[in-house]
């Protein structure tokens, strides 16, 4: 029942921006951390993005002064706003609620595409 639905991606040129929104349904995800993370094909899906219930907030370090992570808890949505974009950025981008270690939601993941 737990819906976790990705929004924004799609093909943008070097330097460019996108925002990526992640709504979330059947489970009030205010009390939760979210995550972002992408994985590129061939790779491991690798950690983006953090951010708390307080808004507090942490990034990988190749995407640090670039990305944005911020929560609207009244729209249980989770976004990513994504600035100076990179070829290297490409990938498939998915938010993520961790209620347990052992019970985690997924998104079915938004396609990012950064052309050079």
């Known amino acids: 029942q737990v819906q976790l639905v990705e929004s924004g991606g799609g093909l943008v040129q070097a330097g460019g921006s996108l925002r990526l929104s992640c709504a979330a349904s059947?489970?009030?995800?205010?009390?939760?951390?979210m995550r972002w993370y992408r994985q590129a094909p061939g790779k491991q899906r690798e950690l983006v993005a953090t951010?708390?219930?307080?808004?507090?907030?942490n990034y990988a370090d190749f995407v640090k002064g670039r990305f944005t992570i911020s929560r609207d808890n009244a729209k249980n949505t989770v976004y990513l706003q994504m600035n100076s974009l990179k070829p290297e950025d490409t990938a498939v981008y998915y938010c993520?609620?961790?209620?347990?270690?052992?019970?985690?939601?997924w998104g079915q993941g938004t396609q990012v595409t950064v052309s050079s």
């Open positions: 951010i708390t219930t307080v808004g507090n907030t």
């Open positions: 059947g489970i009030i995800f205010s009390i939760n951390n």
């Open positions: 993520n609620l961790e209620k347990f270690k052992w019970e985690n939601y």
